[in-house]
Nanobody
Framework: VQLQASGGGLVQAGASLRLSCLLS????????VGWFRQSSGLEHEFVAT????????KYGDSVKGRFTISRDDAKNTFYLEMNNLKPEDTAVYYC?????????????????????WGQGTLVTVSS
């Protein structure tokens, strides 16, 4: 499948943004989906995941309580709602998807757990 991320931008600390990821070439209800972010020189950091059928949802510790992952099946799109943004949230955000499987939840907390990736969208939070 192909993934197209959008919605990034420049905001001030405390603001909100919603990132979108359009999944093409497949049925989003059949995929495990996730969000990662990468700051300059660092590895991909896990942000959020929602497994196939949204059975399980998990967030990275640094975003828990502020970010929410959701999905609109009719639009074949999943989202990352980001509230109370902080300067340390500044990064390129990537959406990812993986076909349904019996892999445990922990598999989807790592970038290597996903087959398909979007191109990334930059989020910059000023203080």
């Amino acid at each position: 499948v192909q993934l197209q991320a959008s919605g990034g931008g420049l905001v001030q600390a405390g603001a909100s943004l919603r990132l979108s990821c359009l999944l093409s070439g497949g049925d989003i209800t059949m995929y495990n989906v996730g969000w990662f972010r990468q700051s300059s020189g660092l590895e991909h950091e896990f942000v959020a995941t929602a497994t196939w059928g949204s059975v399980s949802v998990k967030y990275g510790d640094s975003v828990k309580g502020r970010f929410t992952i959701s999905r609109d099946d009719a639009k074949n799109t999943f989202y990352l709602e980001m509230n109370n943004l902080k300067p340390e949230d500044t990064a390129v955000y990537y959406c990812a998807a993986d076909p349904p499987s019996s892999k445990p939840l922990n598999h989807f907390l790592r970038a290597q757990g996903y087959r398909d990736w979007g191109q990334g969208t930059l989020v910059t939070v000023s203080s």
